[in-house]
Every structure is written in C-alpha cells, then in structure tokens.
C-alpha cells in the first residue's frame, strides 16, 4: 500500500456539531460562574493511560480544555492515575479543589462511588461505567456501532484478509469495541473475519490480542508486531495508551493501523504515526465532558442520571482524518453501515455472545 498521507473529510459519518442534543438548559447561575460566582472549576482524574495516551484520556482532557477556551471555567490541572489503588485519593484531591471532578474509565466505578458519597456537596460526572449517586452524571458510549464501521472500513481495505485487534484490559467496555469491529468486518470480509472471529464467549479469536494494560506501550509494539507478522497488514486497537506502541510496530514493520477514541492521526500525542493510522474509531468523550460542564453553568446538572450514546446520538463514528488509501468504496460503504443502524436494521452486537449469534446484513 502506498504509505503517502492525504487527509480527507468523512462528513456522512463524524458529525460533531450537533451531536448531543438536548444537554444543555436554562440557567439560574451565570454562564461562566460556580454559584459562589467565581468560575467553575474543572479537573480530570485520568486512568492508567494518562492525559496524554492520545486516545481516551486526552480526549476527555480536550473536552475541559475547550470548555475553558469557550465557556470561560477554570481547568484544573488533570491527576493522572498509574494503579488501582491510587484512583480513591486521586478523585479525593481533586473533588476537594474542583466543582466538577471528571472521572475516566470503568475501573473507576467503585472509587468514585465511595468519593461522591463523602463529597455530597461536590458534582462528579464518570465515563464508561455507571455510579448511581445523586451527584454523579454516568456516560456510556456504544463502542460497538463505532467500531462496527471501522471494521466494514478494514474489511474493505485488506489486502492480506488477515486483521488484527488489540485490546487493553479485558472488559465489557473493551469487549464492545472487539466484539463491533469483528461483526463489521465479518459483513463484507467473511474470510478476513475468520481469524478474529470469538472461539467461545471467553474466548477470542486468533488475531485478537488483550495485553492487560492500557499505558504499557511495549507490549503495544509486541502484540502488534505478532499480529503482523502472522500475517495480519491492518490492527485496530482499543487500548489508551498501548495504542501508541500499536503504531510504532505499524511504522517499524510498513504496516497500517486504526486509531481509537480521538482522531489520532491529528492527536497532539499520536499525530507522528500519522502515515501509519489508515483512520480512527472516534468515541466523543470531548463533546459529551464540555456539555457535561455546560450543564453545570445553566443549573442543569443531570445528576443521577446515565447517557447512553451511540451513532444516532452523534457519539461515536469515524473520524474526519483519512489516510489515502481509504477508498472511496470503503467510504461509500461505511456511510451505508451507518444509515442502517441509524435505521435499526443492524443491531451491532456489544459481546461475545451476542457476537457469536450474529447473522451479517448484506450492505450494498
């Protein structure tokens, strides 16, 4: 494949102006202001990734970044978390300087229910998982409709029908993400999707790797390499900041990659991989944090409450940036995919199981 980069618009498919609608609200406070009428403040909690993995993380991290640059509030500077053990004092340090303490990652969940509870007075907002405290806003995304169209991408631009998939810590949050690229993959590409395909509900297929880290770059590079060199000339990967260890192996090797979360031929952290990233699965975790804190402003905090957002949603689809090699086919045929789920005539399977069950709809 020729490795020149040229950037090209996906508009069908990434439509971030105007997505989430409905999260804003009439405001009994100021517009840039916490009730004490000095500006909010915001700060993120990272996990293991870090703010600048590229991918999760950085994005949610861009999501307060642009809230200060728009909405006029005070970014804190993020706490990055690099073990379990240390998520508890880290929303702790945060939630006692901050209005609203941003939470990302689903093993955050037991850490931040036990800070918000102490913290009453405080308002928190969790990505990935779900905390059903008064003052806490859950945001779920559905993985798989955007990693379903990444995988009809893939299927489409193989030259080896051989794929491969890189996970970090296994999970339902991850699972979304396997489980949605092999189905999209398996709708146009039934013989590139044998090697991904699960082998049971606990069990994934060949070309399928987890490498239980969302930071650990090396073992980025090591799975990914195997992967290409079994074979494999495309990987996606959802995996934070092993994703950067996933490029470096499609640059050392004159592979491709697909990027994930933010669009990561651009990123501040992945934008040298460029020429390797054929496109990215973008998750607006971005977009869903500013409208969070946009909440805060007009007094409308939905606390207790948890969004789900998939494509209909705006929530996740394929990134703007595409690399040159994405054919117009691959495009035209991704836009398909989308209206179809748009439409409820694909019903993207979220896990194994339902991965297992799932029968193609012919896209054309």
Do not use: W
Not at 144 to 156: H, I, N, T
């Amino acid at each position: 494949m020729n490795r020149r980069k040229v950037i090209a618009t996906l508009s069908a498919v990434a439509v971030a102006a105007t997505m989430f609608v409905g999260c804003g609200g009439s405001s009994n406070s100021s517009s840039n202001s916490g009730a004490s009428g000095t500006k909010l403040k915001v700060g993120l909690v990272t996990d293991q990734g870090g703010v600048n993995d590229g991918s999760f993380n950085e994005s949610a991290n861009r999501g307060i970044e642009q809230a200060e640059g728009e909405l006029g509030i005070q970014k804190l500077n993020a706490i990055e978390s690099k073990s379990v053990d240390v998520y508890e004092p880290n929303l702790k340090t945060m939630s006692s300087q901050a209005d609203l303490t941003v939470g990302a990652g689903f093993m955050m969940q037991q850490a931040m229910d036990n800070v918000s509870k102490q913290a009453a007075d405080k308002k928190f907002v969790v990505v990935d998982t779900e905390v059903k405290n008064p003052n806490v806003q859950s945001i779920f995304f559905k993985e798989q409709e955007g990693s379903f169209l990444a995988g009809v991408m893939a299927g489409k631009l193989t030259k080896t029908n051989k794929i491969g998939f890189v996970g970090g810590k296994e999970g339902e949050v991850i699972n979304r993400f396997e489980a949605g690229f092999v189905a999209g993959v398996a709708s146009v590409n039934p013989e590139a999707a044998k090697g991904l395909m699960a082998v049971s509900e606990t069990q994934p297929g060949k070309f399928v790797t987890y490498v239980d880290s969302f930071d650990d770059q090396q073992k980025g590079v090591t799975a990914a390499k195997k992967l290409y060199q079994d074979g494999a000339d495309i990987v996606m990967h959802a995996a934070g900041g092993v994703g950067l260890g996933v490029f470096k192996a499609a640059e050392e090797m004159g592979k491709f990659a697909i990027g994930v979360d933010s669009d990561q031929a651009v990123a501040a952290s992945s934008k040298g991989y460029k020429d390797v990233i054929l496109f990215s699965m973008e998750k607006k975790v971005d977009v869903a944090v500013k409208n969070v804190i946009k909440q805060v402003q007009d007094g409308n905090f939905k606390g207790g409450e948890t969004q789900v957002l998939g494509i209909k949603e705006g929530g996740v689809g394929i990134a703007p940036t595409l690399h040159e090699n994405v054919t117009k086919e691959a495009q035209d045929l991704t836009k398909k995919a989308e209206q179809l789920i748009k439409d409820d005539k694909i019903a993207v399977p979220g896990t194994r199981a339902e991965l297992l069950e799932f029968q193609p709809v012919e896209i054309k």
